[in-house]
């Protein structure tokens, strides 16, 4: 595939005026997604910078984008907000980089069939937060819900929260619109979804999303606390083999638990100082549920634990873990990682 050369450049410009960046500076912090890569695979990559990067703000654009890029062999890298940290977003062949900031709008909901049709760079809390206003909420959404993208989840792929019900986030797509590596424009839906979902983008630009959604309900969060990992594993064969009505599973494993432990305010996961006495952290199972079904998770969920030589936790500790899931990189400082610490502007 060829850079895009001087020459190139007038027609970017004529097309997307103020949405086209050629800046070294720009271009470096697209030439790189949410981690670090590691030492010994970045010989391999060489120079990631892109030559530009265009802000696309509608299907056209993206088609008559990927129709020059095809005629002058330019490389295209999808990208939405970046945040998976495992390379699928970094332009190893340089070329433009297609950052989908601009196409982000929840095109239709649709209450009755239970589904929402967005562009693919909206991101999940704004869906959600929209979908909230029609009474309805996400089935499922990624760890990085305050910041990644519908389109960049179907790209990537995967399971969230909420997949212990939901089960993958492709299973939860009706339907998705790309631009094919010709112009053309292809809406992929059944088995089909299986060549755009995880794909990373090499199938085509996907330019619209249409996914299930679910009526908007009040949650109750639990805590477990289990000693080993053969405990934990039978909780949740046992949990799953009696059909305990749970939406969404977090696990903790003590190593974890002990690294948040060290951060500041945190005095939970049984690690408690006790006349300089500290006990073993264990493992940590949080459960979110509907409201509706609390009474039969409390009758059932004992004695699931006591199998196990499980216990349930204070409801301080659920609270805090719920509210905090989306904070997962904040343990960085407490070990080695190849993700950075996580930093809000």
Not at 27 to 38: F, K, T, V
Not at 39 to 48: A, E, H, Q, W, Y
Not at 89 to 109: C, E, H, N, Q, T
Not at 311 to 340: C, I, T, Y
């Amino acid at each position: 595939m060829a850079s895009v050369v001087e020459s190139q450049r007038p027609y970017l410009e004529g097309k997307f005026g103020g949405r086209v960046a050629f800046g070294r500076t720009e271009r470096r912090l697209y030439g790189h997604d949410i981690a670090e890569i590691p030492g010994l695979i970045k010989p391999l990559v060489g120079d990631t910078t892109p030559d530009a990067v265009v802000q696309p703000v509608s299907e056209e654009e993206l088609v008559e984008l990927v129709t020059w890029a095809a005629r002058n062999r330019v490389a295209l890298t999808p990208r939405g907000k970046a945040t998976s940290g495992y390379g699928g977003a970094i332009p190893v062949k340089k070329g433009i980089v297609v950052d989908f900031y601009r196409l982000s709008r929840v095109v239709s909901v649709d209450p009755g069939g239970l589904t929402a049709t967005v562009q693919p760079g909206v991101v999940w809390e704004k869906l959600d937060r929209e979908l909230a206003r029609q009474g309805l909420t996400l089935r499922l959404y990624p760890s990085s819900y305050p910041s990644s993208t519908v389109g960049g989840w179907l790209a990537q792929g995967g399971a969230g929260i909420g997949s212990y019900e939901a089960g993958w986030f492709c299973d939860n797509v009706v339907s998705a619109r790309a631009v094919l590596p010709d112009g053309t424009v292809r809406e992929f839906s059944g088995a089909d979804l299986g060549l755009v979902a995880e794909a990373e983008g090499t199938t085509g630009l996907i330019s619209q999303v249409t996914l299930r959604v679910q009526p908007l309900e009040e949650m109750e969060v639990w805590a477990v606390s289990c000693p080993g990992a053969g405990d934990v594993q039978q909780f949740m064969q046992s949990i799953m083999e009696q059909k305990l009505p749970l939406w969404s599973v977090l696990f903790i494993n003590p190593r974890m638990a002990e690294l948040k432990n060290k951060a500041p305010g945190r005095e939970h996961y049984g690690h408690v100082e006790d006349s300089g006495v500290s006990l073993p952290v264990a493992y940590v199972v949080v459960l979110a549920f509907r409201a509706k079904d609390s009474p039969e998770v409390g009758s059932r969920l004992p004695g699931i634990l006591a199998a196990c030589h499980g216990q349930r936790l204070g409801d301080d500790v659920a609270r805090h873990e719920w509210a905090n899931r989306f904070k997962l990189m904040v343990v960085k400082r407490l070990g080695p990682s190849l993700v950075p610490a996580e930093v809000v502007v």
